[in-house]
């Protein structure tokens, strides 16, 4: 089992920024993937970044390339999303998950299937 825990959210106005983390612990050493989701009030849960975590190798949703980027510290096992010039639509509760199976491309990072979630961390942007 892994545990995922998510910090960082919180109240911002547009244009402003904010870094999540995602915090993992238990038997992470068969992480192979890592990836942040967020899901909009009344909206399905989306796709923001991945990080294969061996690798480093990161995928990024067109809607915020430019302006979030995803890391990870191997030695924390932690992942992080910096997110700058947030907007409103921005808002919404931030996942971040993991896989222990092993991911080939993009649409196999975005894909919902993972293995472990975390609980979830609430980022509002005001306009």
């Known amino acids: 089992q892994v545990q995922l825990v998510e910090s960082g959210g919180g109240l911002v106005q547009a244009g402003g920024s904010l870094r999540l983390s995602c915090s993992a612990s238990?038997?992470?050493?068969?992480?192979?993937?890592m990836g942040w989701f967020r899901q909009a009030l009344g909206k399905e849960r989306e796709f923001v970044a991945a990080?294969?975590?061996?690798?480093?190798?990161?995928y990024c949703a067109d809607s915020v390339k430019g302006r979030f980027t995803i890391s990870r510290d191997s030695a924390k096992n932690t992942m992080y999303l910096q997110m700058n010039n947030l907007k409103p639509e921005d808002t919404a509760i931030y996942y971040c998950?993991?896989?222990?199976?092993?991911?080939?491309?993009?649409?196999?990072?975005?894909?919902?299937?993972?293995?472990?979630w975390g609980q979830g961390t609430q980022v509002t942007v005001s306009s």
């Open positions: 998950a993991s896989t222990n199976f092993v991911r080939y491309n993009y649409m196999d990072y975005a894909a919902a299937r993972y293995d472990y």
């Open positions: 990080v294969n975590w061996r690798a480093g190798n990161i």
């Open positions: 238990g038997r992470t050493f068969s992480t192979e993937a």
